[in-house]
């Protein structure tokens, strides 16, 4: 996504298709709100993409004097903007791994940095600038998370409007000995309680609202940490369009801020936002990938959109536009944008605009592709072949399938 503001993938509405639509980058964001890790390939699951959304950072809270109504609730870049600098690496088990190292017996493990929030000292900060080759690069801390760990006792903690469940990871000693840095660089108090929960398939939630038509995806669609859908699609002509309508200040638009899992391009603007089902193919069929390679996508519903792309990535701070005269505060970008210029539904009163497309594998093409010898996977470069379309609104389909 390092070329993403080139013009090449501005396609405004008004142009003419140029497809066939084409996956540029695919994205995991294997915590809930830190960094993501773009990948050139992705597993396709009934719940998403393998890792992501696969854990959340939770604090516990105190509503009463009562210590036993204490409770754990995830925390986002909604009120820590600042998890968006906290960088995310993934490693997974080579051909040459050594089967008894504890990393590779847990099927990898994530690699999670952020900004020493204590005064280095001048030998660690002469360190840093030396290893980042960088002058303004400050000391960091990193901490491993295994991917997998034994089955333990399922924690609730909060997720938005719902109860979510997971293993709670915060007495793996790696972890554990970062959670105290970690407080301080979020901004929290030493004492209050601060781990990292992992989502198992026990603790998965099924979805209950915008669903997809069971004709097409075979079983309920469920998902983990997500707020919804198992995958989300977005466009890059669509970003682009949306950055044009911003305050020259706030141009242009990283995309990234959206959270998609996959971008594409060769589309024209909100072109995906017709769509209702889409095969995704190879663009070119190999012996390790023949053309009938493919996955279906069911697409449910725009995204809704919240304050989290009001977050500037670089910064880890809220974006505003310049105030107006005698005010002291702008006005909230992108959102207020996107509220002028993509309240295009009234399904959800609460959206701060829509931008982006929820998704549902299906069953039978993800059946029928992992039972293959190529695995239901997806790649930079695929294709998108429309097999339907319509129209969406959320919240239509109403509570039950």
Request: net charge neutral; hydrophobic share 35%.
């Amino acid at each position: 996504m390092a070329d993403q503001y080139d013009s090449q993938y501005a396609l405004a509405s008004s142009s003419p298709s140029v497809g066939p639509p084409r996956i540029k980058s695919i994205f995991l964001h294997p915590v809930k709100s830190c960094g993501p890790v773009e990948v050139d390939r992705a597993r396709v699951t009934k719940i998403g993409l393998l890792y992501d959304r696969c854990m959340a950072i939770a604090t516990r809270t105190v509503g009463s004097k009562d210590p036993a109504a204490a409770q754990w609730r995830f925390i986002s870049q909604r009120t820590k903007p600042c998890m968006s600098q906290i960088r995310t690496e993934l490693w997974l088990p080579h051909r040459s791994s050594d089967p008894s190292d504890p990393l590779v017996q847990s099927g990898g493990c994530l690699v999670l940095s952020f900004e020493n929030p204590d005064r280095a000292s001048w030998t660690d900060q002469l360190e840093t600038v030396i290893y980042a080759r960088d002058l303004a690069a400050r000391p960091r801390i990193s901490f491993i998370v295994p991917l997998n760990v034994p089955n333990g006792e399922l924690t609730a903690f909060g997720i938005h409007s719902r109860q979510a469940k997971g293993v709670d990871l915060g007495q793996i000693p790696s972890i554990a000995a970062a959670l105290p840095s970690l407080k301080k660089f979020l901004g929290l108090s030493a004492n209050q309680s601060l781990t990292i929960f992992k989502c198992t398939p026990e603790s998965l939630t099924r979805t209950e609202k915008n669903l997809a038509p069971l004709e097409h995806i075979g079983s309920p669609a469920v998902h983990g940490y997500t707020d919804q859908q198992p995958i989300n699609i977005n466009s890059l002509s669509s970003v682009h369009e949306v950055s044009s309508h911003l305050p020259k200040e706030n141009q242009p638009l990283d995309a990234l801020r959206f959270r998609a899992n996959i971008w594409i391009t060769k589309s024209i603007a909100y072109e995906e936002e017709t769509w209702k089902r889409v095969r995704v193919k190879p663009r070119v069929a190999t012996k390790t990938r023949p053309s009938d390679a493919t996955l279906v996508l069911s697409i449910v519903c725009r995204t809704s959109r919240c304050t989290m792309p009001n977050v500037n990535l670089s910064t880890g701070a809220f974006d505003a536009d310049l105030p107006a005269e005698g005010k002291k505060k702008g006005k909230p970008q992108p959102s207020t944008t996107l509220l002028q210029h993509r309240t295009v539904e009234t399904g959800n009163p609460s959206a701060l605009g829509y931008l982006g497309m929820h998704c549902v594998p299906e069953d039978k093409s993800l059946n029928a592709a992992e039972e293959s010898d190529w695995g239901p996977y997806i790649e930079v470069g695929d294709e998108l072949e429309v097999l339907e379309t319509g129209e969406h609104l959320y919240g239509f389909t109403g509570m039950d399938y």
